[in-house]
């Protein structure tokens, strides 16, 4: 097995399922997903089974805000504390994304800056939408000149949509489809609302091989090619957006997703992911396993399983 960087993998510490449970959020419920079981000594030994020699840990869904901002930053801080005690005591194994109480923007910037000064992130872990506030919002503009100052990692992770046709399967079953399309409407959003292009140090990370941008992101060009002459959107320069942005391969990258990924992206900005405890650890390893053997990535294959993590996070 290939030395391993592991870009997208989650933990649950005690304080998120407190705060899920204080307010009442039931994961299978929300997401149709069932919450996995986690621990300290079980992600280790999944790491040793499959080859991980480092991870960026972060947390999943559901994004724990439901309209209390002070409540809200109160379960941040103790999420990010103990995250950050965590990866303390494994910092050869592993370090964090600061979980964000978006979209309370003063709280977030709050989190972001004790993130990177007293805890020791590595970046930053933004919902797909909070509340309803996707990524294109203008809300969000006083978050991104912090993190635009620290040429701060971005990581986005998809959440329940702001709305979804409830009589649909894909609504009962969120990461079938429903987390995709909000990972691809979101970005969509930084792309053509000119966020990447304002803050053009922000290193954001899309997951799941981009999500259904690839497929999109020749239709954009097209769009906007009509649109802007009649005034309707400002010219955005689309595929220069998406080389800039970075992916992770977490989820079903084979056997179409990471080939449409990589006619779309820049090959050192594909990073690999497990998507941990979500996905059963056998089969991660199966998919691992393939990955590795892919003819696809044959010239880039170590890039992809550490050396593009390793240059992005600034890991020794």
């Given amino acids: 097995m290939l030395p391993t960087v592991d870009a997208h993998t989650h933990v649950l510490p005690a304080s998120y399922l407190a705060a899920l449970d204080e307010l ?29 020699s480092f991870q960026v840990v972060t947390i999943s869904s559901p994004h724990p805000h439901r309209g209390d901002d002070e409540r809200a930053l109160a379960q941040a ?50 919902p797909s939408n909070a509340n309803g506030v996707y990524l294109g919002n203008p809300l969000l503009e006083p978050l991104y000149e912090e993190l635009d100052r620290r040429s701060a990692v971005a990581i986005i992770h998809p959440t329940a949509p702001a709305a979804a046709p409830q009589d649909t399967f894909t609504a009962q079953l969120k990461p079938m489809y429903e987390f995709l399309a909000d990972t691809t409407r979101t970005v969509i959003d930084l792309i053509m609302l000119g966020v990447l292009e304002r803050y053009p ?38 595929m220069s957006c998406v080389r800039r942005l970075y992916f992770d391969v977490a989820g079903t990258a084979q056997p179409v997703m990471l080939d449409a990924l990589l006619k779309v992206a820049d090959p050192t900005h594909i990073l690999y992911g497990s998507d941990f405890p979500y996905t059963p650890v056998p089969i991660i390893a199966r998919t691992k396993e393939a990955l590795e053997c892919d003819p696809l990535i044959a010239d880039c294959v170590q890039d992809l399983f550490s050396h593009n993590a390793e240059r992005l996070f600034g890991l020794a």
């Fill in 24 to 52: 009442g959020i039931q994961t299978e419920k929300e997401d149709g997903f069932p919450e996995p079981r986690w621990s300290e000594e079980e992600h280790l030994a999944f790491m040793e089974a499959t080859g991980q």
């Fill in 201 to 238: 140090h922000i290193r954001w990370v899309v997951p799941h091989c981009g999500s259904f941008l690839p497929e999109v992101a020749h239709r954009m060009v097209g769009i906007s090619q009509i649109l802007v002459p009649q005034g309707r959107m400002e010219q955005v320069d689309v």
């Fill in 77 to 126: 801080r103790l999420i990010n504390d103990e995250t950050a005690a965590l990866c303390r005591r494994h910092p050869d194994k592993l370090g964090f994304c600061t979980y964000l109480p978006l979209p309370n923007v003063a709280g977030s910037v709050e989190e972001a800056v004790r993130g990177y000064d007293e805890l020791g992130a590595l970046g930053v872990k933004l």
